[in-house]
């Protein structure tokens, strides 16, 4: 190119059209989408599922573009950080917000068509919307933000504790005959009796990640009586949806995969036939210490990068962070020290 500038000029006007026929084309592909997504929805002949997947896909789009533009942060502000970021986010510049009130209007259409919320859809569908409602500047926007984010997590937990609690506590959480707008105006109710059954030193906190990769964390207290005091909290990912999955909970699993490999038929006779020499337990324990540092570092790493900004430690638990408490999980390094113990003995160790 230097030898020879037409040839350079030439060379750069068609790497520019290139990458306007490119852009070009990747404008006419979204196009396509939107018009197949906004058919699906005014079409007789679309089920219910299929309008709440076209509401959510139109969604997402208007999400990636009030990610892109800002707006996202803006209507977080200083509820929110950046995942490995210790500071909190916080920008001063208006905006309109138009992309966010569109998203979050089409994830409420989506609601409404979609299914049982223990479908994967529509989980996805309330993390958005609570992404999208932000962290709420009344007590009833916030009620909305968290009542969102514990729809979006599934049953599991509240099925261990249901028989424990009044009836109608965790009803409206599974009750498919109520509508979308009920259902979560019940979970609001059910937050703020809890809340007043709660004693005043419990932090309920809540955690869900968006498609999007974005970390949300809900936190409920008592404020004394029957009052209340909800607050959430965003951490935005930097790496899209891959971000705390591959980050933390691939790593995660992993890590408790060891662990069931070498605990797997530990049992009395195993222990009598293949582990009665001090130096056999040495090297079990051995194999443990590595797995519990392992451990340990991800908890470190995950309590660092994702849970220590200022909005967390503000908001959510700032009685551990402040008082600069660490887990250690790991052995010491003195190798003889649990020798003396049965491989598997965990407890004891």
């Given at each position: 190119?230097?030898?020879?500038?037409?040839?350079?000029?030439?060379?750069?006007?068609?790497?520019?059209?290139?990458?306007?026929?490119?852009?070009?084309?990747?404008?006419?592909?979204?196009?396509?989408?939107?018009?197949?997504?906004?058919?699906?929805?005014?079409?007789?002949?679309?089920?219910?599922?299929?309008?709440?997947?076209?509401?959510?896909?139109?969604?997402?789009?208007?999400?990636?573009?009030?990610?892109?533009?800002?707006?996202?942060?803006?209507?977080?502000?200083?509820?929110?950080?950046?995942?490995?970021?210790?500071?909190?986010?916080?920008?001063?510049?208006?905006?309109?917000?138009?992309?966010?009130?569109?998203?979050?209007?089409?994830?409420?259409?989506?609601?409404?068509?979609?299914?049982?919320?223990?479908?994967?859809?529509?989980?996805?569908?309330?993390?958005?919307?609570?992404?999208?409602?932000g962290p709420g500047s009344t007590k009833?926007?916030?009620?909305?933000?968290?009542?969102?984010?514990?729809?979006?997590?599934?049953?599991?937990?509240?099925?261990?504790?249901?028989?424990?609690?009044?009836?109608?506590?965790?009803?409206?959480?599974?009750?498919?005959?109520?509508?979308?707008?009920?259902?979560?105006?019940?979970?609001?109710?059910?937050?703020?009796?809890?809340?007043?059954?709660?004693?005043?030193?419990?932090?309920?906190?809540?955690?869900?990640?968006?498609?999007?990769?974005?970390?949300?964390?809900?936190?409920?207290?008592?404020?004394?009586?029957?009052?209340?005091?909800?607050?959430?909290?965003?951490?935005?990912?930097?790496?899209?949806?891959?971000?705390?999955?591959?980050?933390?909970?691939?790593?995660?699993?992993?890590?408790?995969e060891r662990s069931q490999r070498q605990?797997?038929?530990?049992?009395?006779?195993?222990?009598?036939?293949?582990?009665s020499e001090k130096e056999s337990r040495?090297?079990?324990?051995?194999?443990?210490?590595?797995?519990?540092?392992?451990?340990?570092?991800?908890?470190?790493?995950?309590?660092?990068?994702?849970?220590?900004?200022?909005?967390?430690?503000?908001?959510?638990?700032?009685?551990?962070?402040?008082?600069?408490?660490?887990?250690?999980?790991?052995?010491?390094?003195?190798?003889?020290?649990?020798?003396?113990?049965?491989?598997?003995?965990?407890?004891?160790?």
């Amino acid at each position: 190119l230097r030898d020879n500038a037409t040839e350079g000029t030439d060379l750069f006007t068609k790497r520019a059209e290139l990458e306007l026929l490119v852009s070009q084309a990747k404008f006419t592909r979204q196009n396509d989408r939107t018009t197949a997504y906004r058919e699906t929805i005014e079409s007789d002949f679309s089920s219910g599922l299929s309008v709440a997947e076209a509401y959510y896909k139109l969604g997402l789009i208007a999400l990636s573009r009030a990610s892109a533009n800002g707006e996202l942060r803006q209507l977080w502000g200083k509820h929110a950080s950046v995942i490995g970021d210790h500071e909190s986010y916080d920008n001063n510049e208006p905006t309109n917000l138009e992309d966010v009130a569109e998203a979050e209007k089409l994830f409420g259409a989506a609601l409404k068509s979609a299914p049982p919320a223990s479908h994967e859809i529509s989980k996805n569908i309330l993390r958005c919307l609570a992404l999208v409602s932000g962290p709420g500047s009344t007590k009833d926007d916030r009620l909305i933000s968290s009542a969102l984010i514990h729809a979006s997590i599934g049953g599991t937990a509240r099925n261990s504790v249901q028989d424990s609690l009044p009836n109608h506590l965790l009803q409206a959480f599974d009750d498919e005959n109520l509508d979308a707008d009920s259902r979560l105006k019940s979970i609001c109710e059910s937050i703020e009796e809890s809340a007043a059954r709660m004693p005043n030193c419990w932090n309920v906190v809540a955690m869900t990640i968006c498609p999007t990769g974005d970390l949300l964390v809900s936190s409920i207290r008592s404020a004394g009586g029957n009052d209340v005091d909800v607050s959430t909290v965003c951490s935005f990912s930097t790496d899209g949806q891959n971000g705390p999955h591959s980050d933390l909970l691939g790593p995660l699993d992993k890590v408790i995969e060891r662990s069931q490999r070498q605990l797997h038929g530990m049992t009395e006779e195993v222990q009598a036939e293949q582990f009665s020499e001090k130096e056999s337990r040495q090297r079990w324990w051995d194999v443990r210490k590595s797995i519990d540092g392992d451990l340990n570092s991800l908890l470190q790493y995950a309590e660092e990068n994702y849970f220590s900004s200022e909005a967390m430690r503000r908001q959510l638990i700032p009685d551990i962070f402040e008082s600069g408490l660490r887990l250690d999980l790991s052995l010491s390094d003195e190798s003889s020290e649990c020798s003396g113990i049965e491989p598997g003995n965990l407890a004891s160790r």
